[in-house]
């Protein structure tokens, strides 16, 4: 994770399906990536630029160009102007690769439960993990009809070629209905000891991460990815407030890239704007609360968040923060990004 903007060009644009295409950026000497993670779009529509979030659905260390893909969202303005209006050989702003819906340790067995265009991060996994680790893995994949399915005859093909350690279950609404508990817990009851990753719509995550839970898996066994829409602007220089003369500050003891930094945060200031103003690599995105980028767990001491669209209570009960929202309580916080 890393705040680094960059220009990338458009090799290539791929129709995946009716309302979902891939964007191929020639990618950058030196950038990496871990599998599962995002890339943000600075969009220059015609009603004004929004930023917006995508996955990467290539690999890292398999692909050697960088693949987001993008599915169409009734009336929605970056998706619609994307699928437009991007050529090849346009050139688009992004951040550099940023999220935490990354598997530890790809030698794991892995249980993907992807709904639509939730198929993108779930892909970069997939095809990392059999590239370089050494789990097997279960997908189950909805989909309104056979139509929708994006990655189809990839995901055939990966079958085809690691048939020990790739299943995929495709959920069919035109043929199952929506997907519910009883029936998806059947289907992944094999799979109770993986590692789960989750990313759809929101009615489709909600029932996965309840028949995962009904299985008994832990939280800490289930990741998910949710898709929102970026409301500012991260390319904005956001400077922290000038702490005001006098103003109380508090111990603040920071781990980050195997580093600790002991500071005074100044209270009224929150947390990221306070590490990039002391010259700190702090991970962000979104600096909205919205993608989970600025994530870092809480050690000592407890901070409050204004704005939290992304961590769940169970997050919050492990210690999960975000540090682009959190401002000082305690009179000494310890937080890590490493842990
Ligand atoms: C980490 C992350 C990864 C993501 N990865 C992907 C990916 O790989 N592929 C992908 O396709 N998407 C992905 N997304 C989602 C993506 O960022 C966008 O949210 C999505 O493309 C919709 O954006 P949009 O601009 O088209 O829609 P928006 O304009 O944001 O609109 C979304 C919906 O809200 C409605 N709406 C908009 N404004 C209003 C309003 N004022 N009142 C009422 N309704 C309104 C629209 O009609 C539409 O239905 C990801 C998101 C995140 C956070
Ligand atoms: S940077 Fe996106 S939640 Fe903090």
């Not at 295409?21 to 995002?38: C, D, I, M, N, R």
């Not at 189809?152 to 035109?174: F, K, M």
Request: net charge negative; proline share 5%.
């Amino acid at each position: 994770m890393t705040t680094e903007q960059l220009r990338l060009r458009v090799l290539d644009v791929v129709q995946e399906t009716g309302d979902a295409h891939s964007l191929v950026f020639e990618a950058p000497e030196g950038l990496t990536y871990k599998a599962g993670q995002f890339l943000t779009l600075r969009l220059p529509c015609a009603d004004g630029t929004v930023a917006r979030c995508y996955s990467l659905s290539s690999a890292p260390g398999v692909d050697d160009h960088l693949q987001v893909t993008v599915k169409r969202v009734t009336d929605g303005r970056g998706s619609n102007w994307v699928c437009d209006t991007i050529k090849a050989g346009d050139e688009i702003e992004v951040l550099a690769p940023s999220g935490t819906f990354t598997p530890k340790d790809l030698s794991h067995d892995l249980l993907l439960l992807a709904g639509g265009s939730g198929i993108t991060p779930v892909m970069s996994i997939i095809k990392s993990s059999l590239a370089r680790g050494t789990g097997r893995m279960l997908l189950v994949y909805a989909n309104r009809d056979e139509k929708a399915v994006i990655f189809h005859a990839a995901l055939r093909a990966l079958v085809a070629e690691h048939p020990d350690r790739l299943l995929v279950l495709h959920w069919l609404e035109s043929v199952q209905g929506l997907p519910s508990l009883k029936p998806l817990q059947e289907m992944v009851r094999p799979w109770a000891h993986a590692d789960a990753f989750i990313c759809g719509p929101a009615p489709f995550m909600d029932c996965a991460a309840d028949a995962l839970k009904g299985l008994g898996f832990s939280r800490d066994r289930i990741h998910i990815e949710r898709f929102t829409s970026l409301a500012g602007d991260p390319w904005t220089e956001v400077q922290a407030a000038a702490p005001v003369a006098g103003e109380p500050t508090v111990d603040l003891v920071v781990e980050l890239d195997g580093e600790t930094h002991e500071l005074q945060w100044p209270q009224s200031q929150k947390l990221l704007d306070f590490l990039l103003d002391q010259g700190l690599d702090a991970p962000y995105s979104c600096r909205e609360g919205a993608c989970s980028a600025c994530g870092l767990k809480l050690l000592e001491g407890e901070v409050a968040m204004d704005n939290n669209s992304v961590l769940e209570q169970e997050d919050l009960d492990e210690g999960w923060r975000l540090a682009c929202q959190s401002r000082p309580v305690s009179d000494a916080v310890k937080v890590s990004y490493d842990d």
